[in-house]
């Protein structure tokens, strides 16, 4: 079993759509949660990221983290086309002064016009 | 503020051949990483380097793989011998030191070996 873990997609949802994007995880000791977005041919940025259970928003993205089911969710509403791209679950532990992140599959999301 | 620079973009390579990978931090972050990520995959931690020192090497293929960031700024990747199972997109990302620093990602190199 992998520690964390997404569904793979394809999604497809209509311009406008709210998106509901998940993402398991079975390491008791992550400390931090993050989601990133990787387009194309590019690597991987920073969306998203919190320390606690709850909802963190930011823009038309909500992060939404249960520490006690391991279940993580990222949520986009009034998606658009430039949405669309692969989205990374990262959740991670403190290792010296720095992160160790253990990254999950992806979702690849398609936003269509 | 300029991004983390990786080069080549793109490598094809046959079997047994040597390739290396250069990276430039984004100026002022003391910690590097290399990742390597597969096709349908997310990225998986090689090495991290902390300053010059290597301080998380447990992921990278020893026999095959090194790696060095002389000067404590940018760093090399090589492979030698490369292996067909080898063929990925390698990428470098960077951050300050602390746990509220992000990492900034490069656009990786997209290595093939034939």
């Known amino acids: 079993q992998k520690e964390v873990e997404q569904d793979p997609g394809p999604l497809s949802v209509p311009e406008g759509a709210i998106v509901s994007l998940n993402c398991t995880y079975s390491?008791?000791?992550?400390?931090?949660f993050m989601w990133y977005r990787q387009y194309s041919r590019k690597g991987p940025e920073l969306l998203m990221y919190?320390?606690?259970?709850g909802n963190k928003e930011d823009g038309r993205f909500t992060a939404q983290v249960d520490k006690s089911s391991k279940y993580i969710s990222l949520f986009i509403r009034d998606s658009q086309p430039s949405d669309s791209a692969t989205y990374l679950c990262?959740?991670?532990?403190?290792?010296?002064?720095?992160?160790?992140?253990?990254f999950g599959s992806g979702t690849q999301l398609t936003v269509l016009p | 503020e300029a991004g983390v620079v990786q080069s080549p973009r793109y490598k094809i390579i046959e079997k047994k051949q040597p390739v290396a990978f250069w990276c430039n931090p984004i100026?002022?972050?003391?910690?590097l990483y290399w990742y390597r990520q597969n096709l349908g995959q997310g990225p998986e931690l090689l090495i991290r380097?902390?300053?010059?020192?290597?301080?998380?090497d447990s992921q990278l293929p020893k026999d095959r793989f090194s790696a060095e960031r002389l000067k404590g700024v940018d760093s090399t990747l090589k492979i030698q011998p490369a292996e067909l199972g080898d063929s990925a997109v390698y990428l470098c990302?960077?951050?300050?030191?602390?746990?509220?620093?992000?990492?900034?990602f490069g656009n990786g190199t997209r290595l093939t070996v034939t």
């Open positions: 990302a960077s951050s300050l030191a602390g746990n509220n620093s992000p990492l900034h």
């Open positions: 390491n008791s000791a992550f400390q931090y």
């Open positions: 919190t320390y606690s259970s």
């Open positions: 990262a959740n991670g532990v403190l290792s010296g002064s720095a992160r160790q992140l253990t």
């Open positions: 100026s002022g972050h003391n910690t």
């Open positions: 380097y902390e300053n010059e020192e290597a301080v998380d």
